[in-house]
């Protein structure tokens, strides 16, 4: 009865592989969000999907594409990966837009991707 | 441009003292401020959420407070245990209606020997 899960948990490749991080969350949520935490320990949000529609896309080199098949589920796809892309990304599930002051954001398990 | 700053990054206390961790951001329009905790290999999990209209929010031993107008939190933790030790981070979310998601800290990284 995991509430935000992401798979797999860790990731080893090479550089210039394509590689996907899956996330799936059951709490009925309607927004979803991915974030990257450095080797700093700073967690950086990269994208976020409300129903499925893209609402914050930072400053994130093209090679990662987000793809939402529905509300649950926010997939990164991330291609030519390079060695720079290596960190713990971790996806998050909020009820809503966030905009209400009292709503909070739940955070999957995280994945740790490591790029030779 | 949010920016949160954590101190200190890393402290190590007795079991039993209380402590406090210190949280800054520079711009005071926010919807909230939260603590979260993480623990290694593992994800975020919410200690306490304090909205911008509140002062302070207390869950058992913690106690989080906010001067919204100093851009300041405290976590307080009384009597602490072992079990304590992890990574407790702060982030807010801000009014700017282009950013819903969460700016955070880097963290504090707390050790409590038993």
């Known amino acids: 009865d995991t509430a935000v899960s992401q798979t797999p948990k860790y990731l080893v490749t090479q550089m210039g592989n394509d590689k996907s991080i899956k996330c799936e969350q059951n709490?009925?949520?309607?927004?979803m969000y991915w974030y990257k935490q450095d080797s700093k320990k700073f967690l950086k949000i990269m994208f976020s999907?409300?129903?499925?529609?893209?609402?914050i896309n930072e400053t994130v080199p093209n090679r990662f594409s987000p793809k939402s098949p529905d509300k649950a589920h926010l997939n990164l796809h991330i291609n030519s990966l390079e060695l720079g892309d290596s960190a713990v990304y971790f996806c998050?599930?909020?009820?809503?837009?966030?905009?209400?002051?009292?709503?909070?954001?739940?955070f999957g398990p995280g994945t740790r991707l490591l790029v030779l | 441009k949010q920016e949160v700053t954590q101190i200190p990054a890393a402290l190590s206390v007795p079991e039993g003292e209380n402590l406090v961790l210190n949280c800054s951001f520079t711009?005071?329009?926010?919807?909230?401020l939260q603590w979260f905790r993480q623990d290694p290999g593992k994800g975020l999990t919410s200690l306490l959420l304090?909205?911008?209209?509140?002062r302070e929010q207390t869950s058992g031993r913690l106690n989080a407070s906010l001067d919204k107008s100093s851009g300041r939190s405290t976590l307080y933790i009384a009597a602490s245990q072992p079990g304590d030790s992890a990574t407790y981070l702060c982030?807010?979310?801000?009014?700017?209606?282009?950013?819903?998601?969460?700016?955070f800290g880097s963290g504090t990284r707390l050790q409590v020997q038993p």
């Open positions: 998050a599930s909020s009820q809503t837009l966030g905009l209400a002051a009292r709503e909070t954001q739940y």
């Open positions: 709490l009925g949520h309607d927004t």
């Open positions: 999907y409300n129903n499925k529609e893209l609402i």
């Open positions: 711009d005071s329009a926010i919807y909230n």
């Open positions: 304090i909205q911008s209209s509140q």
């Open positions: 982030a807010v979310k801000s009014l700017d209606t282009g950013r819903r998601a969460l700016t």
